[in-house]
Nanobody, 123 residues
């Protein structure tokens, strides 16, 4: 499975972006998709996740109400809509996919990773 992430950029505080992740290859093996982020000097953390069916979601407490993860079956793409951005949201955002059911915030749980897309929020 290959993951292609895109959509990052430079925005002012309060702004919005939509991150996209398009898996390809043996996608039938995927049970869940997730977004992680890694800020400067910080560990990689789980931000949001969604089952391949779209029936269940997970959000990091600090992003609840601001970030929305969704899946478009017709385009085979997972999105992360990020609104009301704060400077502390600045990070490289990574798309990930897991074969196991259903979710863990542990990096080791996730089997496939995209290349990362940088989100920079200016104050």
């Amino acid at each position: 499975v290959q993951l292609q992430a895109s959509g990052g950029g430079l925005v002012q505080a309060g702004g919005s972006l939509r991150l996209s992740c398009a898996p390809s290859g043996r996608t039938f093996s995927i049970n869940g998709m997730g977004w992680f982020r890694q800020g400067p000097g910080k560990e990689r953390e789980s931000v949001a996740a969604i089952t391949w069916s779209g029936s269940r979601t997970y959000y990091l407490d600090s992003v609840k109400g601001r970030f929305t993860i969704s899946r478009d079956n017709t385009k085979n793409t997972v999105y992360l809509q990020v609104n009301s951005l704060k400077p502390e949201d600045t990070a490289v955002y990574y798309c990930a996919a897991a074969k196991k059911d259903w979710y863990s915030p542990s990096v080791g749980f996730w089997d496939y990773w995209g290349q990362g897309t940088l989100v920079t929020v200016s104050s």
